[in-house]
């Protein structure tokens, strides 16, 4: 008898650890981290269709240049869109479409990720000054990217931001952080 309660209360032990277990997942992937899918080539050379990335959700809001996040964009059909961040509130963004050029608050930007320059006009027309509460985002692929030069997507208003990516989970071959 004896026998039978010790197997019960190993039981009871193993399914109380996994019951503490999965609370504690769903509390980390509810508030701390996310999974996104790339879709697309808007962000190659730096991540590349299909690749999986973790995402950090908490302080987000906080985007800082060279961030590459996650956000809805509920007047597209994909949704969700991943972008690089190259303008923050109160900054003025400038693109000089024949040089290929971009440019903060009058500065050059040195962008050693990008694809190729930015020639392609999406129909904004700059310079544009970033508002209050949102960012101006791009893909590395510049030509070959719907970001803030498109009136589709516009500004991202900052509550839209679902994570900022950090880590890539997947193809094997390229696991590892994200610069």
Not at 26 to 37: I, K, Q
Not at 147 to 158: E, K, N, Q, W, Y
Request: charged share 25%.
């Amino acid at each position: 008898m004896e026998k039978k309660e010790g197997q019960i209360s190993e039981l009871y032990e193993l399914v109380e650890s996994f019951v503490w277990m999965l609370g504690v997942l769903l509390v980390v992937c509810c508030f701390f981290v996310r999974t996104a899918t790339v879709d697309g080539g808007s962000m190659f050379p730096t991540l590349e269709d299909r690749e999986n990335l973790l995402l950090q959700v908490a302080g987000c809001g906080n985007a800082s240049y060279g961030d590459i996040l996650v956000v809805n964009a509920p007047d597209l059909a994909e949704k969700v869109i991943i972008k690089r961040v190259v303008g923050l509130a109160g900054d003025t963004i400038e693109i000089d479409f024949d040089t290929g050029e971009v440019r903060r608050n009058g500065e050059l930007l040195d962008e050693p990720y990008i694809n190729e320059p930015t020639w392609t006009w999406e129909g904004v027309d700059f310079p544009v000054q970033v508002p209050e509460g949102h960012l101006f985002v791009l893909g590395d692929n510049r030509n070959h990217s719907k970001d803030s030069r498109s009136p589709d997507i516009g500004m991202v208003d900052v509550r839209e931001i679902i994570g900022r990516a950090f880590f890539r989970l997947t193809p094997f071959a390229r696991v590892g952080s994200i610069n």
